[in-house]
C-alpha cells in the first residue's frame, strides 16, 4: 500500500502545496516522498497555515503538480492508497485532475473508516472513540 498525505495552500482541494508518501510492501517501508509544491494560485488560507506553516515564499521555486505527478504516479502504481479521511487526500487528487488534467482513479482505504468500523463493534457509540465516529471527521 501507499502511505500519502496533502497540505492544501487555501481551501481548495487543488491547492495541494505539500505531499508526503511512503510505500510499504511486504511491511516494511520501501520508498519515501516528500516534496513541496507550487500551487497555480498563490493565496494563503488563514486555517491552512495555521495548519501547516508553510509560506507563500517557501512555495516559490517549488515544482508544480504537472512536475510531481509522473513521480507520484509511479510510486503509487496499482497499490491502494491508504490514508486517514481520504476526504482531504482524493479531493486533492480530483482537484489536481480537474485543473492540471492528471489522473484521479486510484483506489483508496481510508484508515479512520476502519477505525470507526473496528471500535463501533467493540464500544457503545455513546462513549469514548464510538461517539467520535459517530460526529464524522
Not at 502545496?17 to 511512503?22: D, E, F, H, T
Not at 516559490?60 to 507520484?72: D, G, R, S, V
Not at 472513540?129 to 464524522?136: E, R, S, T, V
Request: with cysteine; charged share 20%.
Amino acid at each position: 500500500f501507499v502511505g500519502l498525505d496533502f497540505e492544501f495552500l487555501e481551501a481548495d482541494y487543488a491547492s495541494v502545496c505539500a505531499v508526503g508518501l511512503v510505500v510499504v510492501e511486504n511491511g516494511q517501508i520501501v520508498d519515501t516522498y516528500e516534496t513541496l509544491v507550487k500551487p497555480k494560485t498563490l493565496h494563503q488560507g488563514y486555517y491552512q497555515y495555521r495548519a501547516h506553516h508553510i509560506t507563500i515564499n517557501q512555495l516559490k521555486n517549488a515544482p508544480t503538480w504537472t512536475e510531481i505527478f509522473p513521480t507520484l504516479e509511479k510510486l503509487i502504481g496499482d497499490s491502494p492508497i491508504v490514508c486517514y479521511n481520504q476526504t482531504a487526500e482524493k479531493g486533492g487528487l480530483e482537484g489536481c485532475a480537474e485543473q492540471f488534467g492528471t489522473r484521479c482513479d486510484f483506489g483508496f482505504i481510508d484508515a479512520y473508516q476502519m477505525a470507526c468500523v473496528y471500535h463501533e463493534s467493540r464500544i457503545s457509540r455513546k462513549s469514548g472513540y464510538g461517539a467520535f465516529c459517530a460526529q464524522g471527521p
